[in-house]
């Protein structure tokens, strides 16, 4: 069931002229996406799609054409910027990278996506198959920007990204668990990655949808 419509209009939603927003739109322009602009019933629309999405490829157009969504993984800072498929040299490429701009300089995500029919976890609570493939690939990913940091800040022009970056797997969908089966699902995250449902993304892009809602009640 949705969270119903919202007041949004085609325009950013509280966005006005400054300074640090225009400085921060000369950074990557292509990619820039308003922290504060949701696009009318996004959470509403994005669990439609993974609700009858076999597997990722779906969702991965549908965040291709609001790349936005994945903006709100990175909460804080000043500013977002998300690439579908960037290129890792000629072996590498994640599903997506997403920037955020905070007080020190640049925050970084990586992103892998995985079908949401798949689960993080086996009938007995361990870990699938399919997601250590995912882990096995950010490995390769941190791995690659290792040896070639330089070339990633100097040719790719990806300021303050390194190997250390957080990494997110998003796989699957929520379900009931026993309490063991929880905290084996929530050691699945280590320090530098997580790992979340689709259906946790739908919230984080809900619980955004209310606060631009409130920004544009006392505009």
């Not at 922290?35 to 009858?52: I, K, T």
């Not at 690659?144 to 990204?161: C, D, Q, S």
Request: glycine share 6%; with cysteine; proline share 6%.
């Amino acid at each position: 069931m949705g969270h119903g419509n919202r007041r949004f209009g085609p325009a950013p939603i509280g966005y006005r002229p400054s300074r640090w927003r225009t400085e921060l739109r000369i950074e990557w322009p292509d990619n820039f996406c308003p922290w504060n602009y949701v696009p009318p019933d996004l959470d509403d629309r994005l669990r439609d799609v993974v609700d009858s999405a076999k597997d990722e490829r779906p969702i991965q157009e549908f965040l291709q054409e609001h790349p936005g969504t994945l903006g709100f993984i990175a909460a804080g800072g000043y500013g977002r910027w998300v690439w579908s498929r960037p290129r890792f040299g000629a072996e590498f490429v994640p599903d997506f990278l997403v920037s955020m701009r905070c007080s020190d300089g640049y925050r970084w995500f990586l992103i892998e996506l995985e079908s949401p029919r798949a689960s993080p976890t086996t009938k007995s609570g361990r870990q699938s198959a399919k997601l250590t493939q995912a882990k096995s690939q950010i490995a390769d990913w941190r791995i690659w920007l290792r040896k070639n940091i330089g070339y990633v800040h100097r040719e790719l022009g990806f300021t303050h990204l390194d190997a250390e970056c957080q990494a997110v797997v998003i796989i699957g969908r929520r379900r009931e668990r026993s309490e063991t089966d929880r905290e084996r699902y929530r050691a699945l995250s280590e320090e530098r990655l997580t790992i979340m449902s689709y259906d946790r993304l739908i919230d984080m892009v809900f619980t955004w949808e209310l606060m631009a809602e409130r920004l544009f009640e006392k505009l």
